[in-house]
């Protein structure tokens, strides 16, 4: 396989058409190695537009909604970042080239060590993989300017948004299956969120995140 080739093939054919138009984006797709954040086994799907299996129930989401959500989540060379899910380390990766400072929970031990052997092989030095749950965690290092989920929820649970900076903003994927929403929420003052839905798509879910109640009145 000509690596550079299907990465090229990748941005120009999948990527850009979906409306990722941001050039710091598109460069870091072109300067990243996203086969290098692969499982062996499946290497060759590296560039494909597909979510690729990373073992433990988890995977890496497809390529264009990765940088999309990079793209929207317009990341700031000041910031401190939270990332909930780091799977395979690769959008880890994108958001430390972006910001200051990454801290990545990964709920399951041996995909959170992957992750940090990704990172350190890429040279990412401003990138912390921890393995917690990030349905429950509450850290110490924030509150953050930007929270990105790397899968889908039901809903932003409060402690999650509890942990935003006034100013900052959360990036997920929100909703149930046949249609989910790219969804930012700002919080616009202590008490006070704004949500705006963004594009619509379907993604795995994250772990031990609550359903929505199923009862109808």
């Known amino acids: ?3 550079e080739q ?3 093939n990748m941005i120009e054919q999948q990527i850009r058409p979906w409306n990722v138009l941001d050039d710091e984006v598109l460069r870091l797709l072109s300067v990243v190695k996203r086969e290098d954040f692969v499982p062996l086994a499946h290497k060759a799907l590296a560039f494909v537009d597909l979510e690729i299996p990373l073992g433990q129930g988890q995977c890496m989401l497809a390529p264009r909604i990765e940088a999309r959500l990079l793209q929207d ?3 700031q060379k000041h910031e401190k ?3 909930i899910g780091t799977g395979s380390g690769f959008m880890t990766a994108l958001l430390a080239h972006q910001a200051q400072r990454v801290i990545s929970l990964e709920i399951n031990s041996e995909l959170a060590q992957q992750a940090r052997l990704n990172l350190q ?3 990412i030095h401003n990138a ?3 393995q917690l749950d990030g349905a429950t965690a509450v850290l110490a290092d924030g509150p953050f300017d930007l929270i990105v989920l790397s899968g889908s929820v039901a809903e932003v649970p409060a402690t ?4 935003l900076k006034v100013g900052g903003r959360l990036i997920g994927i929100v909703g149930a299956e046949p249609m989910m929403c790219v969804t930012r929420i700002a919080r616009s003052a202590e008490a006070e969120f704004i949500t705006l839905a963004l594009w619509d798509t379907v993604a795995p879910r994250l772990l031990n995140f609550p359903e929505a109640s199923q009862f109808q009145f």
């Open 1 to 3: 396989m000509n690596l």
């Open 6 to 8: 299907a990465r090229f």
């Open 73 to 75: 989540a317009a990341v």
């Open 81 to 83: 970042v939270l990332q």
């Open 121 to 123: 092989k890429a040279g």
């Open 128 to 130: 912390e993989v921890r």
């Open 160 to 163: 999650l948004l509890a942990q």
